[in-house]
């Protein structure tokens, strides 16, 4: 486990301030939206039209208490200001898990005129600081893989990779081909949970779980667990595929707000072409439903099974993680 320590100048930075969700918002989104428009998808849109309409809105207070819930957007964090003007933010993202508290640190930004002079280093140093006054240790961050510099940057500070993961999407689409193969696919089966259940964990593992406000306990078999989706509204829908009596590998859909929807559950030594027919199943059912589905996965998993159902790769992202 690496071990952070943080320079006593982090907490005094003249131009580093806490962030001001009253005032800075407005400011805040429209330097995001100048460092990250080459990359950024409409999540990312909405998520900075958001915040451009929380700074406007007067009944700001009830957004915030509901934001803290249900978005992500930046309810703490520091900027760089100089002479009024923003051009530097980091902001901290609060999650809880199993008790357990752990902040993300987003959308570290820095005007392009004012990079490589230690702002970013600064703020984000700022925050890290912040975490520790409120004692919590558990530090994470996204980087895409393609973004050296931010990734030099993290490093230097003493994050260290823990996962790289990429975001696949497809259309829905009821013309969708099937695949010429001997796996057959069916509904999943109550006898198949144990085994899915050990496939998640391997491809979705714990450590990883306080980003996700929901439960693999959801996909679980039985009465009570079809009572509780029948109470919540969620219409799961799970596929298995079968080579002979041979499980290979299962796939569930669980619709939510958030991009990641499919969840594949295969293991190490599972058919790649059971991935594929899953997948192409998935986005033949759910055309009714759903215009894009997305799969979060481990990179290089089933790659080359994902590309033959359709799916694009959006972007890899490397799980960094500190401890205070
Ligand atoms: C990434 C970003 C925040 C860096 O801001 P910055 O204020 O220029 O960074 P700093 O000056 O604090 O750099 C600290 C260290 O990070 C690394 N670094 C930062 N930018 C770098 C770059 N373009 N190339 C290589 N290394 C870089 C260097 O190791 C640097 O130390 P050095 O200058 O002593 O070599 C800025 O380039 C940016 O806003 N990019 C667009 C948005 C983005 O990608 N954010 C990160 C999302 S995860």
Redesign the pocket.
């Known amino acids: 486990m690496s071990s952070i320590t943080i320079p006593a100048r982090a907490e005094q930075h003249p131009h580093v301030r806490a962030l001001s969700i009253l005032r800075d918002l407005p400011a805040v989104a429209d330097l995001i939206e100048m460092?990250?428009s080459s990359?950024m998808d409409n999540e990312g849109k909405r998520y900075v039209q958001d915040m451009r309409r929380a700074g406007k809105d007067n009944t700001f207070v009830q957004w915030a208490s509901r934001a803290a819930e249900t978005t992500s957007l930046p309810l703490s964090g520091y900027v760089w200001d100089e002479n009024g003007k923003i051009i530097?933010n980091t902001s901290l993202v609060p999650f809880r898990h199993n008790k357990q508290r752990t902040y993300l640190i987003?959308?570290?930004?820095?005007?392009?005129e004012?990079?490589?002079?230690?702002?970013?280093?600064?703020?984000?140093e700022r925050a890290l600081q912040q975490a520790r006054e409120k004692k919590v240790n558990n530090i994470w961050?996204?980087?895409?893989d393609d973004?050296?510099?931010?990734?030099?940057?993290?490093?230097?500070l003493g994050f260290v990779e823990r996962a790289r993961r990429t975001t696949w999407q497809a259309t829905a689409d009821s013309h969708a081909p099937s695949l010429n193969t001997d796996i057959a696919i069916t509904n999943r089966y109550p006898r198949d949970w144990q085994t899915q259940s050990n496939w998640l964990s391997r491809l979705y593992p714990d450590s990883l779980a306080w980003h996700r406000n929901w439960s693999f306990n959801s996909l679980r078999p039985g009465l009570w667990n079809w009572l509780y989706l029948l109470f919540f509204d969620m219409n799961i829908r799970q596929w298995a595929a079968f080579r002979k009596d041979k499980l290979e590998a299962t796939l569930s859909w669980i619709p939510s707000g958030r991009g990641e929807s499919l969840f594949v559950a295969a293991g190490e030594r599972s058919d790649p072409d059971a991935v594929t027919a899953l997948l192409l199943q998935a986005r033949r059912d759910l055309a009714h439903s759903q215009q894009n589905i997305t799969l979060e996965f481990p990179s290089s998993e089933f790659d080359g099974a994902i590309l033959a159902a359709g799916f694009k790769s959006l972007r890899t992202l490397i799980w960094m993680q500190a401890t205070l």
């Open positions: 460092c990250f990359t530097g987003a959308n570290v930004a820095v005007h392009p004012h990079r490589r002079k230690g702002i970013a280093r600064a703020l984000t961050l996204h980087v895409r973004n050296p510099g931010a990734l030099d940057l993290y490093t230097k």
